[in-house]
Every structure is written in C-alpha cells, then in structure tokens.
C-alpha cells in the first residue's frame, strides 16, 4: 500500500505497474480529480475506486466516465470499502485464504 497526498505524487505514483487498486478522492489539493483520474488511467489499468463526499448523480457519471471502475461515497464503512476492493481486486485462487474449522 502506498498513500500519497496530491494529485500529482498519485499520478507518479501510478506509473508502477505492480499496482493492483488505485483509490482516488476527487477533493485534492492541487488537481481536479477527474483530470488526475485521466491521467492515472492513460499509465495504468488497475481497477480505480473514487471515494468521496460528491454523491450527485452527476459527479458519479463524471467519475465513472473519467476511469473509474467504481465510485464510494463518503461517509462510508470500512466493510464497504474492503467488500468493493475485493470485488475490484479478487485474490487468485492459489492466494486465497480458508478458515479452518476445528471439531468441537
């Protein structure tokens, strides 16, 4: 995981290709986050997640139509923010983690 704070430390930030879900809020300092999502997705394609307090309808066709492959609305809950990672990233079968159950 890395965090970065700006729109354009997350443009650079995006250049790495082990990447596997970038998460962008449209509310950044110095960029517009639909200009740094157009960026990110012209370097990467990992799945790209908006969080953020814009909950028109119109912001969430204008973060889809930027790139995003999904958008999350703030306030949200972590489960929400986990569910939708793993519906964007799934594990690979041989990486996936079973709970093993022990008789009683």
């Given at each position: 995981m890395r965090a970065v704070?700006?729109?354009?430390e997350g443009i650079a930030a995006a250049a790495d290709p082990a990447i596997s879900l970038i998460t962008l809020d449209m509310g950044l300092p110095d960029m517009d986050g639909h200009?740094?999502?157009?960026?990110?997705?012209?370097?990467?394609?990992a799945p790209l997640l908006f969080l953020t307090a814009r909950a028109e309808n119109d912001d969430v066709l204008a973060g889809m139509a930027s790139g995003a492959a999904a958008y999350l609305t703030k306030p949200f809950r972590p489960k929400e923010l986990a569910q939708k990672a793993s519906e964007l990233c799934?594990?690979?079968?041989?990486h996936t983690v079973t709970k093993a159950?022990?008789?009683?």
């Open positions: 704070r700006t729109g354009a200009v740094v999502a157009r960026a990110m997705r012209a370097q990467n394609n799934p594990a690979p079968l041989e159950t022990h008789p009683a």
